[in-house]
């Protein structure tokens, strides 16, 4: 039973996808530090959330393969249905940290325009020149790679999530999303998180999967530490720009090395 709950939170959480929720159904103020765990928990599962995201978006593509319109066509929709299935929320994360970051001169300013609700004119250019470049690196891309991208890039990408929130500390001290992921994650998540990506990896890349994963940590570690110096920690915002960065990261390197 606790294994379905908290790989029902991590798809709840991660996508749009309807699941049952396997939570307590009472929500009172002694269940809250459980619930809290349990989100941290379910970390251990955000690997499988984004190979659940790769199965859906490869199938997709080879769909459209059999119709009758251009690859160009089929991998504009293929990102559309990309961001859909997430509801845009790494993407969201993305903008906010960009705008604070770029707008912000101390850590209080910084962590106000990320938690505004509204994007500044920064953050959208940073997420158009983002979604361009992941469009570009999908269309470039060769056909006998593509579906091995679509299928590990989102693991890899919600795998770096863990890795960020297991190796940093919160920025906020209270109400902060990320603040709940990362009081409470232990070894346990992060093992199993990095035994999964690595087993659903190695079929795929075999030993190129190492320099994929090392991409990977390089990417966190560096946003690690440029948020440390800037605003002595990190935010659920920055989870999620991480995982937005690692992706198109991971897919710019399978793309330059065609790594297969």
């Given at each position: 039973m606790k294994i379905l709950r908290d790989l029902s939170l991590a798809i709840r959480f991660l996508t749009i996808i309807p699941v049952i929720s396997f939570l307590p159904s009472n929500n009172t103020n002694q269940?809250?530090?459980?619930?809290?765990?349990?989100?941290?928990?379910?970390?251990?599962?955000?690997?499988?959330?984004?190979?659940?995201?790769?199965?859906?978006?490869?199938?997709?593509?080879?769909?459209?393969?059999?119709?009758?319109?251009?690859?160009?066509?089929?991998?504009?929709?293929?990102?559309?249905?990309?961001?859909?299935?997430?509801?845009?929320?790494?993407?969201?994360?993305?903008?906010?940290?960009?705008?604070?970051?770029?707008g912000g001169h101390d850590k209080e300013e910084i962590l106000k325009i990320m938690k505004d609700s509204s994007t500044g004119a920064k953050g959208v250019v940073a997420l158009v020149s983002l979604l361009l470049l992941k469009f570009i690196l999908l269309v470039e891309m060769s056909l006998w790679i593509k579906d091995a991208a679509l299928f590990f890039t989102p693991v890899i990408g919600r795998w770096s999530m863990v890795i960020a929130a297991f190796l940093g500390k919160p920025a906020r001290l209270k109400d902060s999303m990320g603040k709940l992921f990362m009081d409470y994650i232990s070894w346990r998540e992060f093992i199993f998180a990095s035994?999964?990506?690595?087993?659903?990896?190695?079929?795929?890349?075999?030993?190129?999967?190492?320099?994929?994963?090392?991409?990977?940590?390089?990417?966190?570690?560096?946003?690690?530490?440029?948020?440390?110096?800037?605003?002595?920690?990190?935010?659920?915002d920055i989870l999620g720009a991480i995982n937005e960065i690692v992706e198109v990261s991971i897919l710019l390197t399978l793309c330059i090395f065609g790594i297969k």
């Open positions: 269940n809250e530090e459980a619930l809290a765990e349990n989100f941290a928990n379910s970390m251990a599962f955000f690997p499988l959330v984004g190979m659940l995201i790769g199965i859906l978006l490869v199938l997709l593509r080879r769909i459209f393969y059999y119709f009758a319109i251009s690859s160009l066509v089929s991998d504009t929709l293929v990102l559309i249905v990309w961001i859909w299935l997430s509801s845009g929320l790494h993407l969201d994360g993305f903008a906010d940290s960009i705008d604070g970051f770029l035994l999964t990506m690595v087993v659903i990896g190695i079929p795929l890349f075999r030993l190129y999967l190492l320099p994929l994963v090392m991409v990977g940590i390089g990417i966190v570690l560096l946003i690690l530490k440029y948020c440390q110096k800037r605003i002595g920690g990190i935010s659920g």
